[in-house]
């Protein structure tokens, strides 16, 4: 029975990120219209939680080995409930991004220590136990803009954020008395190959915030440097990751076929189809079909539906089908 608490713990807290994601995107209209500020410096609000949540990823994962998991999940918790307060009261933008900045911190850490955590309960049938805890996501997805639509709409973008407090909290406790203290390594976290590989993240994503601030010489001339920066960073990054005992990314992994392939297709499913488009949608329908906050969350419901489904659907079946069947008919789907 602890085996499946401690599951519905860990399955909260991705039930939390995908909440807040979603309901987040169904607010960002609001957002802008509350500052009066521009479409691309807002859009940072969206884009700053991504970009550190990645870059948080690989680290929380090594502090997963070096802390413990559930250290490491408390903390990363800790981080998202007190970014979440944060985004409540912020005054502005800038300080709205920098809120974001922390609950994106506490977004990327703690996924990495809750798909471990479910790992590690069902040795036996890992492939099935994560299978369902990655279909709690499309779950998510379904109340979040429903949710983020009805509470922008009565209370105004600021609950969404509230929201997060309380279920964060329930989620610490969970935590904090369910998990149970996980083994440690003495190993270290490589500071260096981490902030070189944020320094390329942002450099890129500046690069493209500039190519929206105009179409001028100077905008260009900046925007080629940010993107010639980041190529660098990359470069150097990779070079540095041969080197150190505990690298924040083991290129040795990414040699193996399997394992690149289908982080190829992440980052493509990512980028087109997830993060990417999903997340101006409400903003679309609203400012193209005059829709309220509540219909373009609304309007995001069927496809987080059919994936929750199909997720459950695949989760039960992948001894039976293997990976590629449910890849090859989800991508002809999309």
Known sequence: MSRYLIFASVSLVLLLSAINGTSVAVAFPEIISSFDTSFILAGWVLSVYQLVATVVMPIAGKANDIFGRKQTLMFFLGMFTLGSLLSAIAPNVPL?????????IGGGGFLPSAAGIVAD?????????????????PMGQIIGPNLGGWLTGAFGW??????????????FIAAAVLLRPGQKTAQRIDIRGALLFAGSLSSFMVGLTELGNGDTPVTWTLAGLLFLSSVVLMVVFIRHEVRPEDPVIDLAVLRERRFMASNVYNFIFGTCAQSGVMSLMPLYAISVYGMSVLQSGLMMTPRSLGAM???????????????RRPIIVGTVAI
């Open 158 to 171: 600021r609950s969404i954020f509230w929201f997060n407090i309380p279920l964060a909290i329930a989620a």
């Open 309 to 323: 489904v199909a997720s459950m659907v695949a989760s039960f079946s992948l001894l039976k089908w293997g990976y």
């Open 96 to 104: 709205l991004i920098a809120s974001r900045l922390i609950q994106g």
């Open 121 to 137: 309960e069902f040795p036996k049938s890992r492939q099935r136990a994560i299978g369902l805890f990655t279909s709690i996501f």
